[in-house]
């Protein structure tokens, strides 16, 4: 079977691939300090190389920002475009590193070893797992394995400037038949997993104004109204008792889990008490009658990320205020559509705001959820061949916050993303001594070899 | 008529009057800035030297801070101590003042004669009424009018540090069996007034806790307590539809108006549309069925003057807090004790903590009402002579803030205090510009001759 003949190969040379992520890592790619831009070229220069080593047609393409790679191998069957991003977080504070983020090292820890760098895990080490699983099947069959694109971005942790205009600017050449993102992870650190639903993001800040200026409430208190109170009242009247949101119509376009997903999550060993007992909590929040998974992934929420008004400092100030904000967001499922959701609450209140008060409205913004299509056969070839790889099945998942490259992807090129990561929720990413598993990285590479031979041909 | 003799003294000698109000104006005493302590001590003794040639036996007694003035006469009939203070605001930002604050000058304009100076009204002006009818008196009969102690004080306008000391460590010298306060204004700039009620203040800082860091709305939004969401709910509930304070017992102690001031209050002209359309406003917020003079004056409140948690800086992010706060104050009223107000309000808000969340409740403080007991005759005594020289009724008015000296005389020396003052609204005390109406003082003095002759015998 050449499909073995394959893993074997990953196998046999993975201390090679380990050598060339460790060179990839070496690189200090930082994309949110312009002092690092050189190596953020380097850095795509580096798999432009490699890429071109593989046989595929690699160019660094140039940004107002660091540049984006971009290489294609043509070949029948449907086109896949692949995406990871080859910047990595800034390393603060240095002190709490064990080494040198940009000297990387394979350690041995209880859990097995591991490779230990910035960007181990985010990204490098994952989208090498493609590339190294290209170079196998390369080796093996003498041709790269399948229609590919792969499409690596340097601004990820930077904010992503420059990947709108560069995909509306190629939109032709990067609008493949699907699109793989490794930028997410195993669930529960051992279960392979799709992302299949992302939560959508609304937010805006507003202001409730009342009297002119701030008074004193020894001279007005009692006579004037206090916007604090206004605030409160209709904030503490998001949600009701059982954990929904009040604003009218908010859950119109919100749709039931499909009962296959349904049954799917219910079947996995999530520990919600260990995963908010890590935080110091007990007790789910949201709507009653739900399960936590489903609370985090498949349902919307209403959030006050922040409120202030009077006075904050340090002892007492008998004030009331002229004015008080909140920051508000709601995360959103299924069809809930920011340009629907924000009026909606903004109307909501408006029609509790007294006479005496008015509202100032500011700067809302949202994106919509990103729902994908798993009835494309393409996903549940690709869960067979998660699960012959990990030896347990894999799961449709969701994501309770937004990876907005997905949502690109949809809304821009129009394709669906397949989120399949390695990465373990103990990687540290984002923080000091981020790590890959070595088991990630290795399985990692061998789960693409699976999954392109099940959906590239 | 002896008191007419005396009241056209008064009006005989008001220029000399007015010469040594200017001349105390001109001393800068301006106690919060150390630079000016020889200014507060000189203003001191010059009250002294003006007391002793009135033929009181008077010292400057030091405080740690700045002196106090003390001044006796030995008379037959009730003991009656004057209480005023001779120290004044800063005068920033001078760039406003049409003239130096410490060069007064009488000036008219359209609404009569106005003498401009820096504590002209607060409380210069004020407490120089009561020393020139004392004069008056002195002038006309040969001895001072009653059995008397003038006790001023130099650190009203920086928060009177020594005063409360001062007072027990002189408490018999103080105890008299009145205290007058000269340190209120008439009612809207044209009726006299004794203020008869002022409303206490309890107040403290709170934060409700939930998990111990603060979380990614994105990871945790849904299954994670919100600690915002649990303050905005119990704030918000705070008041009922009916705009009363939902604590529980938060009414126990609240007594009604007597019937004879409830009638006064009502036929008192006061423009609530003007009062709060200065500000903006044009709704009453407090209780539904309280007229506003009641909602500022003779009804208690409960107030969020301070609240704050998650991201209030600019942009936004998506944080589920690990705290919120607010700080709340409570106007009190009637029998109302901050003692059992306080515990109450934290028994009302743990009562609805959810099970995850924690409260840390921050150094409470507080203190009462007070309440004048105006059946004795004294006070209708004072009204009468207040009214004969105004040529309207004077009437009982509360305060809505509270006024420490008046309390401090109940609680510490046991004795009501009449609060009688000649100030106008727009005095513009504490500000740029403050004046002092020069009808106000004079009518202040006769105001005071008429009162003496009433209750000192």
Known sequence: MTLQAVLNRVDETLPQALDRLVDLLRIPSISTDPAFKPDCAAAADWLVKELESLGFTASVRPTPGHPMVVARHEAPGPHILFYGHYDVQPVDPLSLWDRDPFDPAIEETAKGAVIRARGASDDKGQLMT?????????????????????????EEESGSPSLIPFMESNRQELSADLALICDTGLFADSQPAIEMMLRGLAKVEFTIKAATKDLHSGMYGGAAINPIRVLTRILGGLHDDQGRVTVPGFYDDVDELPESVRAQWQSLTFDAGKFLGDVGLSIPAGEVNRTPLEQLWSRPTAEINGIWGGYTGAGFKTVLPAEASAKVSFRLVSRQDPSKILPAFKAWIEAQLPADCSLEWNDPIGSPASVMEITDPAFEAARAALSDEWGV?????????????????????????????????????????????????????????RVLDRIAK
Chains 1, 2 share one sequence.
């Open 130 to 154: 493609f590339i190294e699983a290209c170079r196998a099947c390369k080796e093996i069959h003498g041709t790269l394995p399948g229609n590919l694109t792969i499409f690596l971005e340097g």
């Open 393 to 449: 099945p894999a799961v449709y998942t969701g994501c309770g916050g937004s990876i907005p490259i997905a949502g690109y992807f949809k809304t821009i090129l129009n394709m669906d993303a397949m989120l399949i990561g390695f990465a373990c929720d103990d990687d540290q990413i984002h923080s000091p001594n981020e790590k890959y598993d070595v088991k990630s990285f290795h399985k990692g590479i061998r789960s693409w070899v």
